[in-house]
């Protein structure tokens, strides 16, 4: 596609609801990364994939949280169980291999009630 | 840990002036450097990158480079207020993922 794009762009949610957050890259894009972002705070790194391997989940907050990417293209974020420190907007971002030249998708706002 | 740090701001500036954006970086390893504008409420958008020390100019942006401080700066002249956004640096090793700032907000007032 032209860019990058997620779904849902709002998530409402009730605590102890598992939710699934979709990212689909810019075509060709082999690198593909998970941010949040809390209110008025910087940008967590969450997990980076790389085709379909993820060399890099180091940043996810706790079991409760995984993600998977699928034939080198969509990936989904997955929290189980959420909690209402979990609320925050999750942004995807791809890019062509390892490099700093990402470009981000519109995020998914997450709401935990 | 390799930490990025920028102060948060925010930065205020009159329309038409320089403004000067700063950011230290703890891992002597890095090797790129980039700046990302982020409007409220939107996602973060690059707009410029460094690799070797010095300046590099696009057009109203500057971007300056000096790996021996540590130290990566972004400079906007003719200031507009459209350029009022938080500024996000972000600085990769190589071999890791990049790790950004908590970003500056700049405020540019007509």
């Known amino acids: 596609g032209a860019g990058v794009s997620q779904s849902p762009s709002n998530k409402v949610t009730e605590k102890g609801k598992d939710v699934e957050l979709r990212c689909d890259p810019i075509s060709g894009h082999t690198a593909l990364y998970w941010y949040r972002q809390s209110l008025g705070q910087g940008l967590e790194f969450l997990i980076y994939?790389?085709?379909?391997?993820?060399?890099?989940k180091s940043g996810l907050p706790s079991d409760r949280f995984s993600a998977e990417r699928t034939g080198g293209s969509v990936s989904t974020l997955t929290i189980q169980r959420t909690q209402q420190e979990d609320s925050a907007v999750y942004l995807c971002?791809?890019?062509?291999?390892?490099?700093?030249?990402?470009?981000f998708g519109e995020g998914s706002r997450l709401t935990v009630l | 840990q390799k930490e990025v740090e920028q102060n948060s701001g925010p930065l205020s500036v009159p329309e038409g002036a320089i403004a000067s954006l700063n950011c230290t970086y703890s891992?002597?390893?890095?090797?790129?450097f980039f700046w990302y504008r982020q409007y409220s409420g939107k996602s973060p958008e690059l707009i410029m990158f460094?690799?070797?020390?010095g300046d590099k100019e696009d057009g109203r942006f500057t971007a300056q480079l000096n790996k021996a401080s540590q130290y990566v700066s972004l400079l906007i002249r003719d200031s507009q207020p459209s350029d009022s956004a938080t500024y996000l640096c972000?600085?990769?090793?190589?071999?890791?993922?990049?790790?950004f700032g908590k970003g500056t907000m700049l405020l540019v007032s007509p």
């Open positions: 971002a791809s890019s062509l291999g390892i490099s700093g030249e990402l470009f």
């Open positions: 891992d002597r390893g890095s090797q790129s």
């Open positions: 460094i690799y070797s020390n």
């Open positions: 972000a600085v990769n090793s190589g071999y890791s993922t990049l790790t």
């Open positions: 994939f790389q085709g379909n391997s993820a060399p890099d």
